[in-house]
């Protein structure tokens, strides 16, 4: 039978953030370090760090049962910060958000525009990042893709054709609703962290479906959805980052470019 | 260019929160509906309210652009509570949590628990819910599963002898992590809403994989988990749930059983 909790100290939290993340792709990860790069905060990343991985490994192998106030994370990203160790991307950016003035925090009048928020990124990253990575892995992620190739095919085509199209209507009708207020904004006239993590996979769908997400580009009917990704490709702080070595190029992770999975209904 | 969003306005939301969603399986609504049963909360369900069809169709109806606050629900579950409509499982659950008092709130010692209680529910539906309902649907949730069968015996088969060892050995660390605290409960020694989407998560799969899951029980290598999903049903007011007629049974959600599927490797 486990200890009682130890109690959690209410620690000084001002100490950088820290990233668990596997180096070489950007992954889930990256959703993390937008935020924090927009905001402009002080943080130390796994993939930036000599033997980085080795971190990873510890904090995701089945011996790990976490300290005394945090259990064992299940896989990457994981953020440390102070005595917390949290994973889940949508966890961790609910985390950072009111805190890197992403979205509404604890005490604003628009308090519970945070569940706007949370929701809009867990909408975006069901449809637009798992989806996605479950079309080059439908039957198992243990498997290689040359191991699923035809039903990554059939999924591929029924992704694009009826899925991709789905969810950027959906988030283009969330754009022209009164709650998004002015603005390319998603939310409430002003940048949140559901607006990065809306750029994040679209750059990662333009990578991985060129033809189709520029089907959807030139058809003119999501005009939000491209003036958001324009909008914050271009924020000062985003575009210092991704024309540094610190943004890491797409290869095989979530998004990943096989030819003959770029098809157009 | 849409207006600038109304100001929210803090209104008293001294009123029964209110589900929508499809009535006829438990689906991701049972969660919520986990968590106000557990709590005694009051609430209205579209499940049990004529024609309550009719609201989900409106709420998810592609015309629908929210209202001045908040933007259109994607789908059910759907809670609508004073004048927030929000969507998401684990984020109806995070805004229900402190308020039942089935989670840490901001202001307490434990604040940051919170983040906790939500990475293992995220976890828990990612593995739990969301994988197996792609067991049955790996190609694609558009075609019916008899267009998908072979693919979904193979995705079956990977995740009974794979996945569902992964997720289940990774809650039985969970329970073994001294953050778990005392008693069967996955974390801080109280019972949370993470318990109750991690019992449902077991039962549904107890109806779908009834091998796998004996198998795993039978193994005596996850006591913690399995002494978890008895005491969640041991709970007075879940019991009484339960046992009503409010309770819907498994059929052709989430969780499905079709014998071919019910593997062991």
Redesign the interface.
Known sequence: ????????Q?SSKDVPYHLVYWPGIPGRGEHVRLALEEAGASYTDTAHIKDGINEVLEQID?K???????????APPILKHGD?T???T??IL??LGPKLSLAPK?GD??E??L??V???T??ALDGLS?EPH?CHH??????YYEDQKE?SL??SK?YVS??LPKFI??FE??????????GPW????KLTYADLVLFQCLDGLKFMFPKAVKKLADSGDYKGVFTLYEAVKERPSIKEYLASDRRQKFSQGIYRYYEELDVIE
Do not use: F, H, W
């Open positions: 039978m486990p200890t009682p909790a130890a109690k959690r209410r089945a790990n049962t976490g300290d005394d106030t945090c259990p064992p994370p299940l917390l949290i994973n889940q949508p966890n609910l985390y604890p009048d628009d519970d525009g569940y706007i949370n929701e809009l867990l909408t798992n479950d439908p039957i198992a992620t243990g498997l039903e059939r999924k029924d009826n899925r209507g959906y009708r969330v754009l022209k609703s009164k709650a998004s207020g002015d998603l939310y409430g006239g």
